[in-house]
């Protein structure tokens, strides 16, 4: 089965700097999607970025960026010039052939004004 | 279409009750999820319907719990027999069946209180 790991259950970052969210995921699969969602207190989850694993360049969403690197298993989030509203949960989620998506423990991120 | 709905947004209930949740999914989604999420954690799968299909159930799910679909538009999700471990959020989610890669468009769950 596959599964996805947040390591870091909560980051803080400056208003206006750069933070880098970390997940790693395993699985026996070849072909294969990642995605970071976005859960802000009481709100739903949001879509905030999507990588296709046979795609080798990293996607970027303006100032949200991932580091997909496939042979680690790795798909770290970037977000730059960090703003108040980024504050929020953050979930790394895989989904494979089948379109069953699996999530991690998820980050909380605070920005500090 | 306003996305995907979940009624009711909170239920307290009281131990051993029945309570049953509904989601009403994007229309020309033939997909729908449900997961649950405890505080802190991330969303935990618990079953999913491909138009008025079954597909999948975990085993978090037990045989108090059922979910249905009928005629693939909108779910519900029963809970019989409430324990205080069933308090979580109960997220809905829909999508497009394909082969991957569809993002989730969720709804804004049901928080549950089981007192």
């Known amino acids: 089965a596959q599964t996805v790991t947040q390591s870091q259950p909560e980051m803080s970052v400056q208003e206006a700097e750069t933070v880098t969210l970390s997940c790693t995921y395993d699985t026996s699969e070849s072909d294969y999607y990642l995605f970071w969602y976005k859960q802000p207190p009481s709100r739903q989850m949001i879509l905030v970025i999507r990588q296709e694993a046979y795609k080798q360049q990293n996607a970027t969403e303006n100032r949200f960026s991932v580091n997909f690197q496939k042979a680690a298993k790795s798909f770290s989030l970037k977000i730059s010039d960090s703003q108040l509203g980024d504050a929020a949960m953050y979930f790394c989620?895989?989904?494979?052939?089948?379109?069953?998506?699996?999530f991690g423990a998820g980050t909380r991120l605070t920005v500090k004004p | 279409d306003t996305g995907v709905s979940q009624d009711p947004r909170h239920k307290i209930t009281k131990r051993g009750q029945n309570v049953t949740f509904r989601c009403d999914p994007i229309?020309?989604?033939?997909?729908l999820y449900w997961y649950r999420q405890t505080l802190g954690q991330g969303p935990e799968f618990l079953t999913y319907f491909q138009n008025e299909a079954q597909l999948e159930k975990s085993r978090l799910l037990s045989d108090r719990f059922s979910a249905e679909r009928p005629k693939g538009s909108f779910s519900t999700l029963e809970i019989q027999r409430t324990e205080q471990g069933d308090s979580a959020m109960y997220l809905c989610a829909s999508t497009l069946d394909g082969l991957g890669g569809f993002s989730y468009t969720f709804g804004s769950g049901t928080r549950l209180t089981v007192v």
């Open positions: 989620a895989y989904s494979g052939y089948n379109n069953d998506m699996r």
């Open positions: 229309s020309e989604h033939n997909r």
